[in-house]
């Protein structure tokens, strides 16, 4: 796994924006390329003095994108998606040869901070109502609280059983910017109902639930302080209330939370077992 920084970007290769690292490009003139977070337009970087890697810098400077580059001139930011026109598209085709480089979205880390996702989607082409269906998925608010709700069979906390409405949060369980599309993000089975201090240590990969016979048992990071842990709640070994779930939903459940794991030990770099 990769820690997606500004050393990687995307450029339009064979008419698809692939990730590659930014010194793959030097020398490949006439390619589109842009931030791989908020798809501004940006400018390559070569080799520091001081032996620093390639980068690439925001063309206007982003406070909000967590890849910007500590240099430039700070200027007041207007997000605008690079444009791609069909000549664009044809011209992305001479650089086939750039492909062998490339990076896979599975290889990439990149929690995403909610601004620059909320940015995202203000700027697709998804309806009004459809952008506020995954702004409000984003939050763990809407459509994708009810999703989470229906599949798990109750309004509590899936590790807790705490029923107190105000303190739970839908969880996205594959990581947001890592979902193939809309319809992945506001999936059901994508996602947990916790407390909010359990959402946002699992948002972070400091938690995570392994398989342990027909159960899910909840996993700390091995820095977590335990003691500290069960005072607020949460106790390594505690299951999940998975009882209500189909076995449909379970499957694609089971599916997502390999891919939180996967995180999970790469950040922790342990296996588990």
């Given amino acids: ?33 842009r931030c791989p977070e ?18 690439f810098e925001h063309e206007k400077r982003n406070p909000a994108c967590s890849l910007i580059s500590a240099k430039g001139k700070a200027v007041k930011y207007v997000h605008s998606s690079v444009n ?6 044809e011209d992305s085709e001479k650089f086939e040869g ?6 896979s979205n599975n290889d990439m880390i990149n929690d995403g901070e909610m601004g ?36 798990w069979g109750s309004e509590t906390c899936a590790l807790t059983l705490t029923p107190v409405k105000e303190m739970l949060v839908a969880s996205h369980i594959k990581v947001w910017r890592n979902c193939e599309n809309t319809a992945e993000r506001l999936e059901g089975a994508n996602g947990i109902l916790l407390c909010a201090h359990i ?7 400091r938690i995570t639930f392994r398989k342990v016979g027909r159960e899910y048992r909840l ?33 694609k459940f089971e599916d997502n939370l390999a891919h939180h794991q996967k995180i999970f030990n790469h950040l922790n770099d342990k296996e588990i077992v």
């Avoid at 791609?84 to 598209?89: F, H, I």
């Avoid at 506020?132 to 709700?149: D, P, S, W």
């Avoid at 959402?199 to 990969?205: G, M, T």
């Fill in 1 to 33: 796994m990769i820690q997606l920084t500004n050393s990687v970007c995307e450029a339009l290769i064979c008419g698809v924006w692939r990730l590659i690292p930014v010194e793959s490009l030097h020398g490949s003139t006439g390619i589109l390329r």
């Fill in 38 to 55: 908020c798809h501004a337009s940006i400018k390559l970087m070569k080799l520091g003095k001081e032996g620093q890697h390639p980068y």
């Fill in 84 to 89: 791609v026109s069909e000549k664009d598209r």
């Fill in 98 to 103: 750039l492909l062998s480089l490339c990076i």
């Fill in 116 to 151: 620059e996702d909320i940015i995202d989607v203000s700027d697709s082409t998804l309806s009004d109502l459809e952008k506020r269906h995954a702004i409000n998925a984003r939050i763990g608010l809407g459509t994708f609280k009810e999703a989470v709700i229906s599949v």
């Fill in 199 to 205: 959402d946002k240590l699992f948002e972070k990969h």
């Fill in 219 to 251: 996993k700390l990071a091995d820095d977590l302080d335990s003691s500290l842990m069960t005072q607020l709640g949460i106790n390594e070994g505690d299951a999940l209330a998975t009882g209500r779930m189909n076995a449909a939903d379970l499957e």
